[in-house]
């Protein structure tokens, strides 16, 4: 089993930035791949971005690319989202997610309970 915790998100105007961070513990050495999914209110949730573990592959969506970055440290099993350029359009909660090996991200299995992004014009 693999735990995510979510932070950073907060309130801020458009075109500033925030770092998002999620957390993994548990059976972190399990892990195919990390990604992050946001969900405004009445929309689907929407994949922005997603890498996998142990090699330099990262997805990013249109509606982010160009804009927001991720990272992580390895060491201590945290994923970074650094999100610039804010739009009012990515308000939303963002959720960090995780599949084993053998699964997809697209359809990931671990889930953290989510942090609130609100982009004020």
């Known amino acids: 089993q693999v735990q995510l915790v979510e932070s950073g998100g907060g309130s801020v105007q458009a075109g500033g930035s925030l770092r998002l961070s999620c957390a993994a513990s548990?059976?972190?050495?399990?892990?195919?791949?990390m990604a992050w999914f946001r969900q405004a209110p009445g929309q689907e949730r929407e994949q922005i971005a997603a890498?996998?573990?142990?090699?330099?592959?990262?997805y990013y969506a249109d509606s982010v690319k160009g804009r927001f970055t991720l990272s992580q440290d390895n060491a201590a099993n945290i994923l970074y989202l650094q999100m610039n350029s804010l739009k009012p359009e990515d308000t939303a909660m963002y959720y960090c997610?995780?599949?084993?090996?053998?699964?997809?991200?697209?359809?990931?299995?671990?889930w953290g309970p989510g942090t609130q992004v609100t982009v004020s014009s």
């Open positions: 997610a995780a599949a084993p090996i053998g699964g997809s991200c697209r359809d990931a299995t671990y």
């Open positions: 890498i996998v573990k142990r090699s330099t592959f990262t």
């Open positions: 548990g059976s972190t050495g399990q892990l195919y791949c």
